[in-house]
């Protein structure tokens, strides 16, 4: 018997083999340094493999963006925070479909002077080197060109009308973990990215509303992919969704402030505070390296629209709902109901809330936005204010 198993084994374990050679062949970045020298700054990523790759720069603010395959990422911990010369900060993560990127802020206008691949030697495996040297902004503005834009491998189309449910389906509830990918997003106190936390989340929203039974639930990313502001709003309103949720943890320098809030989109912020959060938020597609050239508003123009006030003000119902849903459960800040002019709650026909559950830049709140029982008590309550909401709307909202 086991004669004529035994090359049956020999296959397998040879398959097996294989597998675990290719996975272990795939090009991962190991470390990315940076080097200060006389009249330059020096980025070096050490490389598993040798990969083809794309530099180009983006301006306002100045950035260099490096484009590679899509690899893995075996970096130390707090590679994200290193800066140094005329590196401000860098991100790093997947982009798009087969897309992985880099992008280094600047503290001020620089070129490129060289970009090479070293092959592997003395104890070091291939490398790719980025030399930057300072510049005046006229002559970066000469050198900026910024591939094509894509965004998320596809190319959008505009959506000028949402299309409807039908009516024996259940309402679809979009849930948009914040950041992703190549943006991370805030960095907790103790190293948590803000990206990780809001996946986690919200595919615990999505277990509790689905476990309903009473609405269907669509993410807008179920990985870790970066996707553009206006890429989410386009998903939520091309699925025909009529609630939006997105999901976000905010970090202050001050790591004892914390506390959840709950905003809706108003073009007049209602106070100093929310202004800052929204300009922050708003700046993740800057923060992915994304080419805004030619990028207007699609929706600035609609804000006075009957259609938009509406929705608006569904939007405020349910984040009625949610309040007293939170307040059982987490620390939430003094009013916490805010208006602010976030763009990815500007679909003008889907509600659209953004919660910001705590802030990672203090302790007790990264501990409970980490902690799975916390994240399912959480999920909980929301799900429970999406089931009120959708039972208080009127009769076509809820068959």
Known sequence: ???????????????????????????????????VHDGKTRVVLDLSATLEFLVFALADPYRIVLDLPDIGWQVPAGTAQRKGGLIAGLRYGHFQQGNARVVLDLTGPGVVAKSFLLPAAEGYGPRLVIDIKPASRQAFMAVQKPPPIRDGGAVETPQTVKPKRQPAQRPLVMIDPGHGGVDPGAIGISGSFEKRVTLGMARQIRKAILAGGRQRVRLT????????????????????????????????????????????LSENSSDKESEALAAKENRADVIAGVNLTGHDDQVASILIDLTQRETMNYSAQFAAALVPELRQLIQMRRKPHRFAGFRVLKAPDVPSVLIELGYLSNRRDEKMLTDIDSRTAIATAIARAVDNYFKAQKPQLNP
């Not at 502001?229 to 969704?241: E, K, M, P, Q, S």
């Open 1 to 35: 018997m086991f004669g004529k198993i035994r090359p049956y084994l020999i296959l397998i374990v040879g398959l097996c083999c294989a597998l675990s050679q290719r996975a272990w062949a795939e090009p991962v970045v190991r470390d990315i340094r940076i080097g």
């Open 221 to 264: 990313r179920d990985r870790d992919v970066f996707i553009s502001l206006r890429r989410r709003v386009a998903v939520a309103r091309a699925a025909g969704a009529e609630l939006f949720i997105s999901i976000h943890a905010d970090s202050i320098a001050n790591s004892r402030v914390r506390g959840g809030g709950i905003y809706t």
